[in-house]
């Protein structure tokens, strides 16, 4: 019978530690990615990575140059006046209202119907808000598109965007598979001081797990990002700070594990000395 309530136990811990390493990526997932305000929180900052405006800017004024048809003889000074009124808009304080709207209306366009998507999805990134502070500052030279989207090539495939939308729901059963499998090996578990000590060594386990898979993703996402300037930018940026991010779940967990442990170290000396 003792036999049996250790194997149980163990078995339920350990059933614990792995679906709350699955519960925790699912969870971020689920408030950073397929929230739109938590994607856009999470994105926000992105505009101010060097790399990022040095691409939007150049992207900004080919297509600006594009829509305005400008005749030949006014080419190059108009190029260069566009190529100014582009770099001013990341010194504007507008730009994070107008990324924010860019963030939208992308989320929107590849998490709206998933299920609807096939095969490699380009990311249609619509640059109009960022386009309109950029026109307001080329004194009518150009006008403000009311769109302005660039497809961005080695974006998500379908079934990522399908795993982002369900995202929640696995967090959700994760999560209570884990609180359910820790409930079970506490209360089955001969001392229950030396199954919160293995409950929390686990939990700074999942976490420790979650993070090099993190950082191990990122650097598979980045290699595989050969598409023009501005697309190779923005993954390195989200990478980052996607992994920043994430980053700060895992280091709550791990001290939340650590705290269990510590507890379950002082309830099996209590447990002694009462024995």
């Known amino acids: ?122 990311v249609p990134l619509d640059l109009a808000p960022l386009a309109r502070l950029a026109a307001e500052r080329t004194d009518g030279l150009v006008d403000a598109p009311d769109r302005l989207v660039v497809e961005l090539p080695g974006g998500p495939d379908a079934r990522a965007l399908r795993l982002v939308d369900e995202s929640p729901g696995l967090a959700l059963a994760a999560g209570l598979v884990a609180a359910v499998g820790a409930l079970v090996a506490l209360l089955v578990a001969r001392r229950r001081g030396v199954a919160l000590v293995w409950l929390g060594v686990g939990a700074v386990a999942a976490a420790g797990l979650d993070a090099g898979l993190a950082r191990l993703a990122r650097e598979r996402t980045v290699d595989a990002s050969t598409g023009d300037g501005l697309q190779t930018a923005l993954v390195r940026a989200l990478a980052d700070v996607g992994v920043t991010s994430f980053d700060g779940w895992l280091v709550w967990t791990a001290l939340s594990g650590a705290v269990l442990a510590v507890l379950g170290v002082v309830v099996a000396l209590v447990g002694r000395r009462t024995a």
């Open 1 to 122: 019978m003792r036999l049996m309530r250790g194997f149980l136990a163990a078995v339920s811990g350990l059933v614990a530690v792995v679906a709350l390493a699955v519960a925790l990526p699912a969870a971020w997932v689920a408030a950073s990615v397929a929230d739109e305000d938590g994607f856009v929180s999470l994105s926000r900052d992105v505009v101010t990575d060097g790399a990022v405006q040095d691409a939007a800017s150049d992207l900004l004024t080919t297509r600006l140059e594009r829509e305005a048809g400008l005749p030949a003889q006014l080419a190059e000074t108009g190029r260069r006046l566009l190529e100014r009124a582009t770099d001013r808009v990341f010194d504007d304080p507008q730009l994070s209202g107008a990324w924010a709207q860019t963030l939208r209306r992308t989320h929107a366009a590849l998490l709206d119907d998933p299920a609807a998507a096939s095969g490699q999805v380009p």
